[in-house]
């Protein structure tokens, strides 16, 4: 556990930016610094005064101040990270996702971005493509890459063979979020993980033709290759019936998330199959490949037994990394488990920063201010998730955060300072003073909540250093 929240952070992972002036430099670090201690709200809210507010505003409105300057120096910082982490012949997992920004409420930016949501196509923002950096113990190590793309309007007159040619189709930017990241180092696994959305043939293709690893969730039932069988007595031509079909390799336990308003967390008890296919192109599929043939495994999961009225949980998974055993496919499906990171950084986003409340009217200020807030979302996502390391209840809450913020939340919480909480306890504590009640059945302290205690606690301080003369 190497997250260290304090002082330094935001030079870190802000301080290499190259934006023509040291002076821009050092107003993008003070302001990452002022958003890291105060996360909640609007711009206006996140910074002290008018002044650090204005001082942002100007410099987002230098030419120098782009997207790709903003985040490339946490970027760097996390492949640097990830090939530490492969020199001890660690895993690292390449988590890819999409999520739309919308900015409708901004009249100013219609004409500038692409249609979003459902409707009469009246939305305007971006679809936002990430790649976060973590390991199989879901360690987050960052950010890996952003992609903010604005949607075309496809005419009704574009020929199949047109939308497939258009170097603006939405479905590369799968391939786009895998090249970024770049090859592993010799020795180094480093594995694609996608939900639904990356299944195209395009895709798969192209893991296969760069050495790619990856296993992402099947969407589409392909034709099979050959006669592929199970038993002697029937034939399958198509993947998805198959992989039902196969024999069990054996059941495990599999901890299945919540999602708001659809499910609650719970233990599931999964049958686990697999085996190894060939996936045929045909004349109608979509995309850029190489036309030949898709050689991976298909694993199954399905819950044996689920609660009365919930449908059960069922992946269809399909990966170039072997599953010829029970073991090996069970690791590949703990893989895949840890794709629920991601949408939890899209909650961080959205609900902890409130990334889609910016009101710039100009999309090249827009987006460079998109990707602070992005990074500060996955440093505070490595906070959220270090209270929850096998480690937690070991590590001091001083080894990631000032000791200051210790002594004062332990005072607040337990009548007297104490140097000696740990990782967990400091950050439930957070959470307390935010309204989460800590009990057994309230699950992890939520985003919201989180920020709350933390706007509270951060008062608390700075109390704290007026009383004693600090600054």
Request: proline share 4%.
């Amino acid at each position: 556990m190497d997250v260290v929240f304090g002082q330094g952070l935001a030079q870190q992972h802000f301080g290499d930016a190259r934006l023509g002036d040291a002076r821009r430099v050092k107003r993008l670090v003070n302001a990452a610094d002022h958003i890291l201690r105060h996360p909640m709200g609007t711009l206006p809210q996140k910074l002290e005064n008018w002044s650090e507010l204005m001082g942002l505003y100007r410099l987002l409105s230098a030419d120098e101040v782009t997207h790709a300057a903003v985040l490339e120096p946490h970027r760097q910082q996390v492949l640097t990270r990830m090939r530490e982490h492969a020199r001890g012949r660690g895993v690292v997992l390449l988590i890819h996702d999409a999520s739309e920004l919308n900015y409708t409420h901004v009249d100013e930016l219609h004409e500038q971005l692409g249609p979003v949501g459902s409707g009469a196509g009246r939305g305007r923002g971006y679809i936002a493509h990430h790649t976060l950096a973590v390991t199989p113990q879901r360690q987050v190590l960052g950010l890996v890459n952003q992609v903010l793309h604005r949607r075309r309007t496809v005419s009704k007159r574009e020929t199949r063979q047109q939308k497939r040619d258009h170097p603006e189709r939405e479905s590369r930017l799968w391939v786009s979020g895998c090249d970024a990241c770049g090859a592993a180092p010799e020795g180094a696994t480093w594995i694609d993980i996608a939900d639904r959305g990356s299944d195209t043939f395009e895709c798969l293709s192209y893991e296969q033709a760069r050495g790619g690893q990856y296993v992402i969730r099947s969407a589409r039932d392909r034709t099979l290759a050959g006669a592929d069988h199970v038993g002697d007595d029937r034939i399958h031509h198509h993947l998805h019936q198959y992989a039902r079909d196969l024999p069990d390799l054996g059941t495990r336990t599999l901890d299945v998330s919540a999602q708001a308003g659809k499910r609650k967390a719970r233990q599931a008890s999964v049958r686990v199959a697999a085996a190894p296919v060939t996936l045929d192109p045909h004349r109608w599929t979509r995309g850029a490949h190489d036309g030949r043939p898709i050689d991976a495994w298909v694993i199954h999961v399905k819950e044996t037994a689920p609660p009365a009225g919930v449908a059960p949980l069922e992946w269809i998974l399909l990966s170039n990394l072997p599953a010829d055993t029970f073991e090996r496919a069970v690791q590949l499906i703990d893989f895949y488990a840890c794709r629920p990171i991601i949408e939890d950084y899209h909650k961080g986003l959205k609900t902890g920063l409130g990334i889609e409340r910016l009101q710039f009217a100009h999309a090249d200020r827009l987006e460079p201010a998109i990707a602070l807030l992005s990074v500060i979302a996955a440093l505070l996502l490595q906070l959220r998730h270090a209270a929850r390391q096998v480690d937690a209840d070991v590590t001091l809450a001083r080894t990631i955060v000032p000791l200051l913020f210790v002594r004062v939340l332990s005072g607040k919480l337990h009548g007297r300072p104490r140097d000696d909480l740990s990782v967990r306890e400091f950050l439930y504590g957070v959470a307390r003073l935010g309204g989460h009640l800590g009990r057994k059945h309230d699950g992890p302290p939520g985003w919201l909540t989180l920020w709350r205690g933390w706007n509270d606690l951060q008062l608390m301080v700075q109390g704290a250093l007026a009383l004693r003369g600090g600054t």
